[in-house]
């Protein structure tokens, strides 16, 4: 059955290359295919016709070949053909679709006596002839200069034939003829597959079809049968479709074939291989929506020829493994391959072949469409069979089904069993990763310290908490004295070393377990003592007030010494309502220190008068 699968995919092979043959053919017998007689490159782009016709003829270079051919250049290219006198119904037709700008003048006599300007940055509707490629009336029928400017990012390339109107239009019968098999043949290839997993809900049906509708979507943009009947308006898709729909044809592929083949259970490195290819080509795909086509449409011609060559080498070792219809999908594949390397060599220049340019990839992909889908089809079959068998297996077995249940409920409670425990590992983890998170979103980053937001959370907790148990909280609020002076002098990283000292010293001062030192902002610091009265917090004011002025601060500026000011405020029970109230009290008293004269801790007695 497969042999017979493969002698009609070759039939259509040849058929369709015939037609394609046949069309060429009738081009070259009513179509004159002209070579235009010399080109010049604008390296600035911003010449006009008039200095171009300007120029002399010694800077315009003879063309060799077919017809001009360059690759990817981004310059502007000016090329000129002369006519002799014919009738007054001749087209000339540009049998390139890709062009982005093509400006054509007809002159006669240093006049421009007509001008045409085409290409994908203009809407498909304003072209005066409606056709895939490029059609332009010659104005009337004496003797013309044409000047040809292109400008574009994909391959700069101006295969020409003049025309006699009605021969023109009876030669399109063929290659429309050619379109519609192609694509008629794709579009059955969708509905058949859709079909086919809307009834099997099988996912390599639907990967199919998507990757046989962006193969149909890359050919109708490559054709230019995309700008006529799809997008018409729509530029910006067309100067963007080839290395988009390109791109996302190999990502459903590679989707396809991972799933075909089963590529994961054969082996693991071409399934990673697989999904890299994917991966590759969605980030082109993306990469063509954001960066200019010529970039994108080169790593996509390198990137096809790289997938294609890993994908057939992938299949060939399947083959080898014992795959049976691995076989047929190599020669899909190989057929695709062929069809890619000679459209990209055509594309780069490398080749001078119309011919490959415009049919190539329609025939490979058909045929490599065709294929795959009658390995699909085998695939689908074997497996069927596969599960029948199965089936009747399981009802072999049926007296073993009991046993091997209540082995697999054992093994399903262990295994639960394995997950709770790996939950709660997990839980506490992630508690003490939330409590390390906590911890330092409560600590100031300079000095290691409590910050003021750990500060606000404390000084609540422990307002509320000495008021249920009726005791009393301190509070310090510490401020350096003429710091700023300090930064002006010494710089911010002085300032900085005495902020850390300074919080060090604090730190060996307040030691007991329920107290804490907080930097409040800047230079100001806050310390909350726990169940503390007031001559309690005086004394430990007093000692971080002698720690501080005693010691000069080593700092790489040398030894510098410091002194604070303090403001003390206690909340006996019932004095204050809410812990602002004990904030404000203290900061009055600070600032009442700062007043006094500094280096000093003034003690605030809301019930009485702010004393020292």
Request: hydrophobic content about 45%; some cysteine; glycine content about 6%.
């Amino acid at each position: 059955m497969t042999i017979k699968r493969l002698l009609y995919s070759f039939i259509l092979f040849v058929l369709f290359f015939g037609f394609a043959s046949f069309s060429e053919a009738q081009e070259q017998e009513h179509g004159n295919h002209v070579l235009v007689d010399s080109y010049y490159i604008d390296g600035s782009g911003s010449k006009t016709i008039g200095e171009i016709m300007g120029l002399p003829d010694y800077v315009w270079e003879e063309v060799h070949g077919e017809h001009p051919s360059f690759g990817y250049d981004l310059n502007t290219y000016w090329f000129k053909l002369s006519l002799d006198a014919g009738s007054d119904t001749r087209l000339i037709h540009v049998r390139y679709p890709l062009l982005d700008a093509l400006d054509i003048y007809f002159i006669r006599a240093e006049r421009v006596v007509g001008q045409d300007m085409l290409g994908d940055r203009y809407p498909f509707n304003a072209r005066e002839i409606p056709h895939e490629e490029f059609v332009v009336p010659i104005p009337g029928s004496q003797a013309v200069t044409v000047y040809f400017r292109v400008q574009t990012e994909s391959s700069v390339t101006l295969p020409l034939s003049i025309w006699e109107q009605d021969e023109f239009h009876a030669a399109q019968g063929v290659p429309q003829l050619l379109y519609g098999i192609y694509f008629g043949v794709l579009i059955c290839m969708v509905v058949y597959n859709l079909f086919g997993y809307a009834m099997t809900r099988e996912p390599t049906f639907l990967s199919y079809s998507f990757y046989v509708i962006f193969v149909g979507l890359m050919v109708s943009a490559l054709s230019g049968a995309g700008f006529r009947y799809i997008w018409p308006e729509l530029t910006w898709i067309q100067d963007r479709a080839i290395p988009l729909f390109g791109s996302l044809c190999f990502a459903f592929a590679a989707l396809f074939i991972s799933q075909l083949l089963d590529v994961k259970t054969y082996s693991r490195t071409y399934y990673r291989g697989l999904w890299t290819t994917g991966i590759v080509a969605l980030l082109i795909g993306a990469a063509s929506v954001i960066a200019g086509y010529a970039l994108t449409i080169k790593l996509l011609l390198i990137f096809a020829i790289v997938a294609c060559v890993f994908i057939i080498w992938m299949a060939l070792s399947m083959w080898r493994r014992g795959l049976v219809y691995a076989r047929v999908f190599t020669l899909a594949w190989s057929a695709f391959l062929l069809a890619v390397v000679l459209n990209s060599l055509a594309y780069l220049g490398v080749l001078d072949a119309q011919f490959i340019q415009r049919y190539a990839i329609m025939a490979g992909s058909g045929i490599e469409v065709l294929l795959l889908s009658w390995v699909l089809t085998l695939r689908y079959s074997e497996e069927r069979s596969q599960k029948m068998s199965a089936q009747e297996e399981a009802l072999r077995q049926a007296a073993d089904a009991q046993e091997s249940q209540r082995k697999l409920n054992e093994e399903l409670e262990e295994h639960v069993a394995e997950r709770t425990f790996e939950l709660e590992m997990a839980l506490r983890e992630l508690q003490e990763v939330n409590n390390e998170l906590e911890r330092k979103n409560s600590e100031d980053g300079l000095t290691g310290l409590y910050n003021r937001r750990h500060f606000d959370r404390q000084l609540t907790a422990e307002f509320r908490r000495a008021w249920r148990n009726k005791e009393s909280v301190a509070l310090i609020m510490l401020d350096i004295d003429y710091f700023k002076p300090v930064n002006d002098e010494y710089g911010h990283m002085i300032g900085d070393q005495i902020l850390v000292a300074l919080a060090a010293r604090l730190k060996k001062a307040v030691r007991r377990s329920g107290d804490t030192v907080c930097r409040y902002g800047g230079e100001e610091f806050a310390i909350i003592l726990a169940n503390t009265e007031e001559s309690e917090a005086q004394q430990v004011a007093s000692n971080i007030g002698s720690v501080v002025r005693d010691d000069k601060f080593q700092t790489d500026a040398g030894e510098l010494a410091i002194t604070v000011s303090m403001g003390v405020c206690v909340a006996s029970p019932g004095l204050f309502e809410v812990p602002e109230q004990l904030l404000q009290a203290a900061d009055e008293a600070l600032y009442g220190a700062k007043n006094r004269g500094r280096d000093q801790t003034v003690v605030a007695r809301p019930e009485i008068k702010i004393d020292e």
